[in-house]
């Protein structure tokens, strides 16, 4: 494809080169799988600052589509290597990257996959994770790339604004979560912006915004596994007006064990998922023994002194009875 002359987009797609470029390969976007296009070339390079890429960073980007942020990166980064599910898309993207930047197309590599299936990439290791990740598996992919790559330090993500703000709520907020539990076990999470409707195309119903992970340096001190604690986040949040005593009796085994469990973790039994930390929901994982019976896998020389009561009353404050897997649709 040409070069636009219509804005000072530099190398960067503009609104009329996403439109032309769309247009010669017939490209609809589609809401199934979440495609809306960044048109704007200030909010790529704003993106990219953001994410404080930098040229020593391979960076690894979900959900390339046409190429916008793709370009924006490879301006920045020593590498970048783009995860993309859509064929025709795929197809496209090395050659728009050889068009507009062919000093820096060594330095590209594309994957054609689900992001959700990949658990290897070529090249060196990846630093960093920057992508516009489609809406209605934003948080599945994020938490799976997070998982299967921990060499990523650093992820900025575009993002539904409703579900930045579930991945970046603390203890106590009432969109506090699965995501916002899960998100926090590898890293330390943050709201890093907004993003307007208009630097989209199609423009999206509903606002975005932009979140900051920076993967812990020290993992979260447990003996329960990651899995492990996990299953304790799903059934604590499955039921979230509910107890923990009560939403955990499941996974206990009966509410009589979950009590025990929680006791032995020093978190009230009358408290509720939202008023945890990741690191409480640890321990409690960490009481969970054969057959639910609480105390087995205690690796602590002492039990921990029970919260107080008043973390029940702020679990009041959670809405609807809504189980939080970790998706979002739109």
């Known amino acids: 494809m040409t070069k636009s002359t219509t804005d000072d987009s530099g190398p960067l797609l503009g609104a009329a080169d996403i439109r032309e470029l769309a247009a010669a390969l017939g490209v609809r976007p589609t809401k199934q799988r979440g495609q809306n296009f960044v048109i704007d070339a200030n909010t790529v390079r704003r993106i990219v600052r953001t994410a404080e890429v930098g040229a020593d960073d391979v960076v690894v980007e979900i959900g390339p589509g046409l190429g916008s942020l793709t370009l924006g990166l490879l301006e920045a980064a020593d590498r970048v290597i783009a995860v993309e599910i859509d064929e025709v898309l795929a197809a496209a993207l090395p050659s728009t990257v050889a068009a507009r930047m062919p000093e820096r197309a060594d330095r590209f590599a594309l994957v054609h996959s689900d992001a959700m299936h990949v658990t290897e990439l070529p090249g060196p290791a990846p630093t960093a994770l920057v992508a516009n990740l ?6 599945p992919v994020l938490l799976h790339m997070l998982a299967a790559f921990p060499t990523i330090d650093r992820t900025l993500v575009m993002v539904q ?12 907020n009432k969109v506090y979560g699965v995501p916002s539990v899960k998100a926090n076990w590898y890293a330390e999470v943050k709201r890093a912006g907004a993003i307007g409707r208009n630097v989209f195309w199609p423009a999206p119903n509903v606002d975005s915004g932009l979140v900051s992970l920076v993967r812990r340096t020290k993992p979260i001190e447990t003996t329960a596994s990651r899995d492990e604690v996990f299953a304790v986040v799903d059934a604590a949040f499955a039921q979230r007006r509910k107890t923990l005593r009560a939403a955990l009796s499941g996974w206990a085994g009966s509410a009589a064990a979950a009590e025990a469990a929680l006791v032995a973790a020093g978190v009230s039994p009358q408290a509720r998922g939202e008023a945890l930390t990741v690191e409480e929901f640890a321990r409690i994982a ?14 602590r020389g002492e039990r921990a002194p029970v919260r107080g009561e008043q973390a029940s009353a702020r679990g009041e404050q959670a809405s609807g009875a809504e189980q939080e897997s970790g998706g979002e649709q739109t």
């Open 134 to 139: 489609p809406y209605n598996v934003a948080v």
């Open 161 to 172: 604004s409703e579900v930045a703000d579930r991945l970046a709520a603390r203890p106590g």
């Open 286 to 299: 960490e009481h969970k023994g054969p057959g639910g019976a609480p105390g087995i896998r205690q690796s």
